[in-house]
Nanobody, 120 residues
Framework: QAHLVESGGGLVQAGGSLRLSCAAS????????MAWYRQAPGKQRELVAG???????NYADSVKGRFTISRDNAKNTVYLRMNSLKPEDTAVYYC??????????????WGQGTQVTVSS
């Protein structure tokens, strides 16, 4: 069984930067799409950015030009570099990945979430 563990969240002032990491561990044959979602208090969870195994990316309009998603396939890790942070970026950020495990079945996994707080 695979697991996702996020790290890198914290408190930052507006205009600052953070880098989130998410490492997949366990029995993993391959990982397809990896993505970051976020959920602010009282709001629905939303897609922030996604990246395919081949490196194709997509971003929410609200973060385009400020956030960069990347991955290291050898380390089963996805990153989210967040620049020019705004108070409205405050949320719990969740890692998501489609993982092919030992049963040769593609299963969607979620991490436990990491809090990002941007002060004004």
């Amino acid at each position: 069984q695979a697991h996702l563990v996020e790290s890198g969240g914290g408190l930052v002032q507006a205009g600052g930067s953070l880098r989130l990491s998410c490492a997949a561990s366990g029995t993993i044959l391959s990982i397809n799409t990896m993505a970051w979602y976020r959920q602010a208090p009282g709001k629905q969870r939303e897609l922030v950015a996604g990246i395919t195994r081949g490196g194709n990316t997509n971003y929410a309009d609200s973060v385009k030009g400020r956030f960069t998603i990347s991955r290291d396939n050898a380390k089963n890790t996805v990153y989210l570099r967040m620049n020019s942070l705004k108070p409205e970026d405050t949320a719990v950020y969740y890692c998501n990945a489609d993982i092919l495990g030992s049963a040769a079945t593609l299963i969607n996994h979620w991490g436990q979430g990491t809090q990002v707080t941007v002060s004004s």
